[in-house]
T-cell receptor
């Protein structure tokens, strides 16, 4: 079956540096992509989303890039802080273009912030 | 505005039993989706309800079922529990525009 995957299970960065988390997806029919952050003991928290008609979207300290040619999604976090420590998941949605209906999640990247 | 509330937070059941988990979405949200999270399989989609109707379903056996009430609260039921059903069960709600979804903290189910 088709799935969304992440390149690295763990990423360690220095506090203050920029972080880049990558994700490869396989379903070219997917229309909507989301990045979630999950802290220990909590449910996933929405970070930012992007639709297939865009290639870049910026939020507060975060940027998502979508490259449909190579089916690649990335999350950039600027000036990484200790509070950014978490597992980050990318997800794709084929059904409705929004919400949490039928999301396919990647395996997750654990972001570790070094002091 | 209260977030997505899942009850109970923790549950221990014996193989062969059944279990019902509850999810109260954010006020005004009509879409509720359920996910199973395990270390081995990650986050997997179970099903989604909108206005009391199941719109989509993931690849899980018929032992997994759900429903949604007129107030948008949702329940999921797992019958004839197996050890492999031990997982964190998450629900997420989204508004009528079906955009950003908000997850609850989940119910940790342990089957012994």
């Amino acid at each position: 079956g088709e799935s969304v995957g992440l390149h690295l299970p763990t990423l360690s960065v220095q506090e203050g540096d920029n972080s880049i988390i990558n994700c490869a997806y396989s379903n070219s029919a997917s229309d909507y992509f989301i990045w979630y952050k999950q802290e220990s003991g909590k449910g996933p928290q929405f970070i930012i989303d992007i639709r297939s008609n865009m290639d870049k979207r910026q939020g507060q300290r975060v940027t998502v890039l979508l490259n449909k040619t190579v089916k690649h999604l990335s999350l950039q976090i600027a000036a990484t802080q200790p509070g950014d420590s978490a597992v980050y998941f990318c997800a794709e949605n084929m059904y409705s273009g929004g919400g949490a209906d039928g999301l396919t999640f990647g395996k997750g990247t654990h972001l570790i912030i070094q002091p | 505005k209260a977030g997505v509330t899942q009850t109970p937070r923790y549950l221990i059941k014996t193989r062969g039993q059944q279990v019902t988990l509850s999810c109260s979405p954010i006020s005004g949200h009509r879409s509720v989706s359920w996910y199973q999270q395990t270390p081995g399989q990650g986050l997997q989609f179970l099903f989604e309800y909108f206005s009391e109707t199941q719109r989509n379903k993931g690849n899980f056996p018929g032992r997994f079922s759900g429903r949604q009430f007129s107030n948008s609260r949702s329940e999921m039921n797992v019958s004839t529990l197996e050890l492999g059903d031990s997982a964190l069960y998450l629900c997420a709600s989204a508004g009528a525009e079906n955009t950003e979804a908000f997850f609850g903290q989940g119910t940790r189910l342990t089957v012994v």
